[in-house]
């Protein structure tokens, strides 16, 4: 059974840094994109960043580009987010996505429905 588990949520201050984890379990899709979501209660999830684990290609939503960093460790399986500079707009539960596909996609990437497996979210709590 494919999973995938999201840690290192809480709270930071506006400007701190956090970093995410999300440790994949069960999957055996090989090169893949995977990525990382957020959603705030009332309103729709939005992507933030994805990486294609073959060619290491990213994107980044441009609210967190140059504050977000995506990354992703074969040998664990897992997937990061390494966020700094945060705000408040930042506070979201995030949760971490994975799609057999072998490609992001430039123009699609933020779309929920390409990722077929998803972790349950942990909640990023920035205050001022």
């Known amino acids: 059974q494919v999973q995938m588990v999201e840690y290192g949520g809480g709270s930071v201050q506006a400007g701190g840094s956090l970093t995410l984890s999300c440790v994949l379990s069960?999957?055996?899709?090989?090169?893949?994109?995977l990525g990382w979501f957020r959603q705030v209660t009332g309103k729709e999830r939005e992507g933030v960043a994805v990486?294609?684990?073959?060619?290491?290609?990213?994107y980044y939503a441009d609210s967190v580009a140059g504050r977000f960093t995506i990354s992703h460790d074969d040998v664990r399986t897992t997937l990061y987010l390494q966020m700094e500079s945060l705000k408040l707009e930042d506070s979201a539960v995030y949760s971490c996505?994975?799609?057999?596909?072998?490609?992001?996609?430039?123009?699609?990437?933020?779309?929920?429905?390409?990722?077929?497996?998803w972790g349950q979210g942990t909640q990023v709590t920035v205050s001022s």
């Open positions: 990486i294609e684990t073959g060619s290491g290609t990213t």
């Open positions: 996505a994975a799609s057999g596909k072998p490609y992001c996609s430039a123009t699609l990437w933020r779309y929920t429905d390409r990722y077929t497996v």
């Open positions: 069960g999957y055996k899709y090989g090169d893949s994109c």
